[in-house]
C-alpha cells in the first residue's frame, strides 16, 4: 500500500513543488521587457524604411495586410465600417439591442 501511495502521488508532488518554485522565482525575478530600440516590430520598421530586407513570419504579413486594409478604409471613407458594410456611426442593430438590454 506504501508502494502505491508513493508511486501516485509521488509524482504529483514533485511536479507541484517545481510548479510552486518556478511560480516563485517569477514572482521575484519578473521578465524585464525589451527596450523600445531592440523591440523587433521597430527594428523590422527600422530595416523597412532604410530599404533593407528583413526576414518576417506570417503574423507580421498578417499584421502588415490589416493595417494597410484599416489605412486604405479611413482614406476612402471615414466612416465606421463593420461586417455589414458602412455606417456614419454605430449600426441600428447595435443601437436596438443596447435600448433592448438597458437596465
Known amino acids: ?10 509524482p504529483i508532488i514533485v511536479f507541484l513543488l517545481l510548479w510552486v518554485a518556478a511560480t516563485a522565482y517569477r ?9 523600445f530600440e531592440r523591440d523587433p516590430v521597430v527594428l523590422r520598421e527600422k530595416a ?3 530599404g ?6 506570417i503574423r507580421e504579413i498578417r499584421a502588415d495586410q490589416r493595417r494597410q486594409k484599416r489605412k486604405d478604409a479611413q482614406v476612402l ?3 465606421y465600417h463593420y ?10 442593430a447595435w443601437r436596438e439591442d443596447l ?5
Open 1 to 10: 500500500m506504501p508502494l502505491l501511495f508513493f508511486t501516485i502521488l509521488g
Open 99 to 103: 435600448w433592448r438590454r438597458r437596465n
Open 52 to 57: 533593407q530586407s528583413v526576414p518576417v513570419g
Open 83 to 92: 461586417s455589414w458594410g458602412g455606417s456614419d456611426g454605430f449600426p441600428d
Open 27 to 35: 514572482i521575484y525575478f519578473p521578465e524585464q521587457p525589451l527596450p
Open 48 to 50: 523597412r524604411r532604410a
Open 77 to 79: 471613407s471615414p466612416d
